[in-house]
């Protein structure tokens, strides 16, 4: 069973920045789009940023400007960079992959903490 690694998460003060990798402990085929969500304490998780395979991005209004999104295709890792952080940002955040005919692959999260 393939599963999602996350790493680069930990705590930054406010206007640092945080780099967040995310790849498989395997090889997953027909990846179609890879991408964050986040999910702090009493709220519902939400969509940070996606990347899709030929290359379009898509932002949480929250985070435009200040977030970007990667992916390797070769080693099928993405990141997402993290700049400008604030202390609203401070959630756990967790990966996921979709490919073709396969139900979608998340990662066991990693914690963000923005604070001074």
């Known amino acids: 069973q393939v599963q999602l690694v996350e790493s680069g998460g930990g705590l930054v003060q406010p206007g640092g920045s945080l780099r967040l990798s995310c790849a498989p402990s395997?090889?997953?085929?027909?990846?179609?789009?890879m991408g964050w969500y986040r999910q702090a304490p009493g709220k519902e998780r939400e969509l940070v940023a996606a990347?899709?395979?030929?290359?379009?991005?898509n932002f949480g209004d929250s985070v435009k400007g200040r977030f970007t999104i990667s992916r390797d295709n070769a080693k099928n890792t993405v990141y997402l960079q993290m700049n400008s952080l604030k202390p609203e940002d401070t959630a756990v955040y967790y990966c996921?992959?979709?490919?073709?005919?396969?139900?979608?692959?998340w990662g066991q999260g990693t914690q963000v903490t923005v604070s001074s």
């Open positions: 996921y992959v979709d490919a073709s005919f396969r139900p979608r692959y």
């Open positions: 395997g090889r997953i085929f027909r990846i179609n789009t």
């Open positions: 990347i899709i395979s030929d290359g379009s991005t």
